[in-house]
T-cell receptor, first 114, second 114 residues
Framework: DTGVSQNPRHKITKRGQNVTFRCDPI?????LYWYRQTLGQGPEFLTY????????KSRLLSDRFSAERPKGSFSTLEIQRTEQGDSAMYLC????????????FGSGTRLTVV | AQSVSQHNHHVILSEAASLELGCNYS??????LFWYVQYPGQHLQLLLK??????LVKGIKGFEAEFIKSKFSFNLRKPSVQWSDTAEYFC????????????FGTGTRLTVIP
């Protein structure tokens, strides 16, 4: 499978715990994006990497959220001190050129904070 | 600020009916437009995109969309829907040459009755 891979698929955590998600993009794609999707809403942009550089962060990305993409390959998204409002589907996407090709999305990680 | 409006939240059609889903965006400059589909239990997939040139674009599975700049619209159409088209449809815009992400609408849920 040469698509975008996300792990884990599901994560249930207690409020206050830290969680980390991983995204493996399509290897030829130098652009990587994280989005969050809640029920009844479209995906909301969180952050964008070009290679290893994090070039843009949404205001949705509070101080409790951090993302990395070491070596410009896979990326991790960490949420510290989770809150119930963090419950959502976290989507990763990659692209060689956004304007011309759009995104290829992964299947997402569904986070439930109890 | 840019926004994408999908006024139809839920559309119910019988098989073989024609489909048109509305998408309007608010941005006066250069845009690239996309339609994504999310089938039940699956990840978001690209249906079609407008990058430049012919404003009538054709996508997969018989879908097409027309970019009407004067109306800030990019409506999705299909002449005859099938039960397998039951899914959620998202319109997205990349607004401006410096924009690094896609902005999504809230989606339209399509239910096709056999």
């Amino acid at each position: 499978d040469t698509g975008v891979s996300q792990n884990p698929r599901h994560k249930i955590t207690k409020r206050g715990q830290n969680v980390t998600f991983r995204c493996d993009p399509i290897s030829e794609h130098n652009r990587l994006y994280w989005y969050r999707q809640t029920l009844g809403q479209g995906p909301e942009f969180l952050t964008y990497f070009q290679n290893e550089a994090q070039l843009e962060k949404s205001r949705l990305l509070s101080d409790r959220f951090s993302a990395e993409r070491p070596k410009g390959s896979f990326s991790t998204l960490e949420i510290q001190r989770t809150e119930q409002g963090d419950s959502a589907m976290y989507l990763c996407a990659s692209s060689p050129n956004l304007r011309e090709y759009g995104y290829t999305f992964g299947s997402g990680t569904r986070l439930t904070v109890v | 600020a840019q926004s994408v409006s999908q006024h139809n939240h839920h559309v119910i059609l019988s098989e073989a009916a024609s489909l048109e889903l509305g998408c309007n965006y608010s941005y006066g400059g250069t845009v690239n437009l996309f339609w994504y589909v999310q089938y039940p239990g699956q990840h978001l997939q690209l249906l079609l995109k407008y990058f430049s040139g012919d404003p009538l674009v054709k996508g997969i599975k018989g879908f097409e969309a027309e970019f009407i700049k004067s109306k800030f619209s990019f409506n999705l159409r299909k002449p005859s829907v099938q039960w397998s088209d039951t899914a959620e449809y998202f319109c997205a815009v990349n607004a401006g040459t410096g924009a690094n992400n896609l902005f999504f609408g809230t989606g339209t849920r399509l239910t096709v009755i056999p």
